[in-house]
């Protein structure tokens, strides 16, 4: 045998069995240890072990169980096996260490297992001064790196200077730095040495830039947790010192000594005192940082916060009473009325104990303002809240302080907030709860309510009795049908009807107008109204029987006044630049340029500007509701009847014609049951009359379809009410005749022909005087409550009562 030394490439063959790998690609001149778990690679290695020991290690373009050639990358490492460990799930652990470069040239096995032949690479070597400086600064980069990284054993430190090729202190470096896989191939594949360092030395820098934030992230983190420490041990400092002194030591001992002081002067007994004492002494056992601690001292702030001492007696001046509801509503006579009269029973038992009244009116007819001013007249605190759409019981009666975030329901809520224990109480829209799976909140009102059970009434977080039977409470709906008759038996029902036109005017020039003005930034002597402006607004722009819409209208109006003037005063004083004269010598210029009619001009002033019908429509466009827009039956099959919605009352229209056709009765607007079944009736009253009375000929009803339709199709309309107007209209069909002029009626129709009574007839009035209505057929059971309506509302209206549908032909259609 020769002593002549072979180079590594002349013993290396050119046929390698090839391990595919899942992790990072390996670089030559690495001795490390590989786990092995694929079947197919451990049979490979068990090959190799039993012949030259040697195997290519390729990484994989993309990890697969089942690897193929095509998956694999084209230049990988050749490794010799020096150990082999066998491993109980039947895998191997092996150290090889890697020799060098190859690129794949040819697949000889596809698959299992993978055999290629291959083809040595060698570093292309460029042995300048350049590859020494590269050499250096790699090492030195290198070794600031290893210092700050605990990570970098002595034994990598030592293996990095002892290499002495430059290409492989490149390739060494690249195994142990934090690189993506994809870049390590990259940097595998390059052959030049110089290009491969450059590369490396690029990855260093990224490295010692993540190091420098990591430092000082970890310094900012380690400064956080000494200062954190230095305020402990000085707030520990603190507490010794308050105690050598006598003083509180922490916030709990504030906490627990400000309860037990609030707790004794309620002077607690029987459960509620029991309570108190054990949940005082669990929170003073409790460490401040514990979960429990924040829920226990919550509880005992709410208890802390409520108003438990008993009510002073009322002192209310009946006359002032009086006065207050006077100077803060205008109309509502009957409603005043029944509220002074409560007050007055209140006084003269000399009992503090709550009331529960009801406003019942359509919106924006002042039931919440009348609510204020019952408390203003009682000289007591105001809460409000609404329960529109409410649907959680728990949003009453409290959540129980079992769950996360529990808090008490809004009467315990209300009662800390005003800390008084006889407030007045206001709830909103109690005809428009819901109920779901989380309970019924109309139910829990019940106990709420009721003046027997009050007097206890346990909220579920609070969960101790407390009386709420000295609130007043006042609740509003703007129709009864919703609200649960339990619910109503409770209360006492006060309805508050819409507004006429003179009424709105009233209203407007009392209370909206200046309202407005200031909520617009204009002052009151700025802007008047004409009588007939104000009344233009409530007949063609707010007809609706509340005065909301007509409050909008106003706001509209003096947004475009406010508008006008800011303008008029900037073109004003760009004049005055333009021409340097003062402005006090400028006469008349924003009165001027303000589109109203000024009654006097104050040189550089802005003047009154009245506001007449025609601005009014200048500002809010063409009327809704015309001045002819009057509901009338102006031909034979029509009638005009009235109606009782949750905004006030309304007219209605009935319209009907036949056709030529099979005999039949068509039913169309939206009609509910009840309704369509008082059109049945209807239709057999009139048709009985029509043939035994009026002498119309049977085969006019056997050769003609009669349609029956109320306008407003969109709109859901029910009630028995329309009986008598329905079956007029259909007589006045059949007679081909038109009704009486003005006339409008209400009553329900029986199937004798009898007239039965109705509800909501002032509404009902109220809608007829803005439909300029002079007659009025009403039942005849129902002229008791003519006493209740207002004698402004029913002037120039006559009523006629009647028993029977045929007195209601004598005046609709007489003969």
């Known amino acids: 045998m020769s002593d002549q030394i072979v180079p590594i490439d002349q013993i290396l ?61 084209k230049v990988g490492t050749v490794a010799k096996i020096v150990k082999k460990i066998n491993l109980p799930d039947g895998g191997v652990n092996i150290f090889i260490s890697t020799l060098q470069r190859f690129v794949v040239k040819k697949c000889l096995h596809d698959a299992n297992p993978i055999v290629a032949a291959v083809e040595y690479l060698k570093d292309e070597e460029d042995d300048t001064s350049e590859v020494k400086a590269l050499t250096r600064a790699l090492i030195s980069e290198m070794k600031q790196i290893s210092e ?71 310094k900012e983190i380690n400064e956080k947790i000494e200062k954190s420490q230095r305020d402990y041990f000085l707030k520990e400092e603190l507490k010794a010192i308050k105690g050598e002194l006598g003083m509180t030591t922490d916030a709990k001992s504030s906490d627990y000594q400000r309860f037990k002081e609030k707790f004794d002067s309620f002077k607690f007994e029987g459960e509620i005192k029991e309570t108190v004492e054990q949940e005082l002494e669990k929170f003073n056992l409790m460490e401040p940082n514990s979960a429990e601690f924040i829920v226990t001292r919550n509880y005992l702030d709410v208890i802390a916060s409520l108003p438990w001492n008993n009510a002073a007696p009322e002192t209310f001046d009946l006359k002032n009473a009086r006065n207050i509801l006077e100077s803060e509503h205008y109309g509502l006579k009957d409603v005043k009325s029944r509220i002074v009269e409560y007050l007055a029973v209140r006084k003269l038992r000399k009992d503090t104990k709550g009331s529960i009244i009801c406003l019942v009116g359509p919106p924006g007819v002042g039931k919440t303002s009348v609510g204020k001013s019952i408390a203003h007249a009682l000289g007591k605190q105001f809460f409000r809240f609404s329960v529109g759409g409410m649907r959680d019981e728990a949003e009453i009666k409290g959540h ?73 409470f006042v609740v509003t709906a703007n129709t009864l049908d919703t609200v649960p008759p339990p619910l109503l038996d409770r209360m006492e029902i006060i309805q508050l009807p819409g507004y006429i036109d003179t009424e709105k005017l009233e209203i407007a020039k009392r209370y909206l107008v200046p309202k ?31 005065v909301r819409n007509f409050e909008k209208n106003l706001d509209k109006v003096h947004r475009k006044i406010a508008k006008q003037i800011v303008e008029a005063a900037e073109t004003a004083g760009e004049e005055q630049e333009a021409a340097k004269v003062p402005s006090a010598k400028v006469p008349g210029t924003i009165a001027d340029t303000i589109a109203g009619t000024p009654s006097k001009k104050v040189p550089g002033t802005v003047s009154q500007f009245t506001i007449d019908k025609k601005l009014i429509e200048k500002h809010l466009g063409k009327p809704i509701f015309p001045e002819g827009d009057i509901k ?72 003609n379809h009669i349609h029956l339709h109320i306008p407003e199709g969109a709109t859901p309309k029910d009630g028995p009410s329309a009986g008598i107007t329905m079956a007029t209209a259909l007589l006045s069909l059949m007679r081909e005749k038109v009704i009486t002029d003005k006339l409008v009626m209400t009553g329900e129709l029986s199937l004798t022909g009898q007239v039965l009574p109705i509800g909501g007839l002032k509404e009902k009035t109220i ?45 609709a259609l007489p003969d």
């Open 632 to 703: 009338r039956a102006d031909r034979p099959g029509m009638s005009v009847g009235l109606a009782w919605t949750s905004m006030g009352g309304d007219t209605l229209v009935i319209e009907a014609t036949s056709l030529p056709g099979k005999e039949g009765f068509t039913l169309t607007g939206k009609m509910g049951d009840t309704m369509k079944e008082s059109a049945a009736i209807a239709m057999t009253v009139a048709r009985k009359l029509a043939v035994e009375r009026y002498h119309v000929a049977q085969d006019w009803f056997d050769l």
């Open 767 to 811: 809608a007829a005087r803005r439909n300029k209505a002079r007659h009025i057929i009403i039942p005849r059971q129902n002229e008791r409550d003519l006493d209740e309506i207002p004698d402004y509302v029913k002037k120039g209206i006559e009523f006629h009562p009647v028993e029977r549908f045929e007195q209601v032909l004598a005046l």
């Open 400 to 472: 129980r302080r079992t769950y996360i975030g529990a808090m008490p329901g809004k009467i315990i809520q209300g009662l800390k907030i005003v800390k008084a224990k006889d407030p007045v109480f206001m709830i909103d829209e109690i005809d428009k709860m819901g109920a779901s799976y989380q309970g019924d909140p109309a139910s829990a009102l019940l106990e709420v309510l009721d003046p027997e059970q009050n007097s206890s009434f346990r909220d579920h977080y609070l969960d101790l009795p407390f009386d709420i039977s000295h609130v007043f």
């Open 148 to 218: 700050n990284n605990p990570l970098f054993s002595e034994e990598m430190r030592l293996n990095m200077i002892n290499i002495d090729h430059p290409g492989k202190i490149a390739d060494f470096i690249a195994s142990i730095l934090n690189i993506d896989k994809g870049e390590q191939q990259k940097i595998l594949e390059i052959l030049n040495v110089r290009k491969r360092m450059e590369q490396v030395l690029v990855f260093i820098k990224k490295e010692q830039e993540l190091l420098r934030i990591q430092k000082r992230i970890q």
């Open 516 to 546: 407005s003005l200031e909520k617009n930034g204009l002052k009151k002597n700025q802007v008047k109204y004409t009588k007939d402006s104000l009344l233009h607004i409530a007949n063609a722009y707010a007809r609706e029987a509340g």
């Open 13 to 73: 063959p050119n046929k390698l069995p090839l391990v595919a790998l899942m992790g990072r690609p390996i670089f030559p001149g690495i001795f490390t240890p590989i786990m092995i778990g694929n079947p197919t690679d451990v049979k490979v290695i068990d090959d190799a072990v039993a012949g030259d020991a040697l195997v290519g290690l390729v990484m994989l373009l993309n990890e697969t169980d089942t690897p193929a050639f095509g998956d694999l990358h």
